[in-house]
């Protein structure tokens, strides 16, 4: 069952950033406070990856290959998980989508949103 809905995506040009959005409509704030969350993307052609995560107590987790460009936070009340992007690169265009950390079903995943990095 699909319960996160990611945007925020969009065109960027190399070096700019963009801020992804994740929420939980559907949830309640005591089923969503507790998760740990991670947004992940998947190119054309390529496995989806973890690209960030944030546990319940906010402790954080990157890719390597981010190079610190990338920032997870999360607003428990707002039920909302956001991804920071900053100093784009082409490597970065892909479909970014929003799920539990660890291993989610996989009817759980929402359509995600659109990353395009062009020069």
């Known amino acids: 069952q699909v319960r996160f809905v990611e945007s925020g995506g969009g065109l960027a040009q190399p070096g700019g950033s963009l801020r992804l959005s994740c929420r939980a409509p559907?949830?309640?704030?005591?089923?969503?406070?507790?998760?740990?969350l991670g947004w992940y993307r998947q190119a054309p052609g390529k496995q989806r990856e973890l690209v960030a995560g944030?546990?319940?107590?906010?402790?954080?987790t990157y890719s390597d290959s981010l190079k610190g460009r990338f920032s997870i936070s999360r607003d428990n009340s707002r039920k909302t998980v956001w991804l920071q992007m900053n100093n784009l690169e082409p490597e970065d265009t892909a479909t970014y989508s929003c799920?539990?950390?660890?291993?989610?079903?996989?009817?759980?995943w929402g359509q995600g949103t659109q990353v395009t990095v062009f020069s």
């Open positions: 944030i546990y319940s107590d906010r402790r954080t």
């Open positions: 559907r949830m309640i704030f005591s089923t969503f406070a507790p998760l740990a």
């Open positions: 799920n539990e950390l660890g291993t989610p079903g996989s009817d759980s």
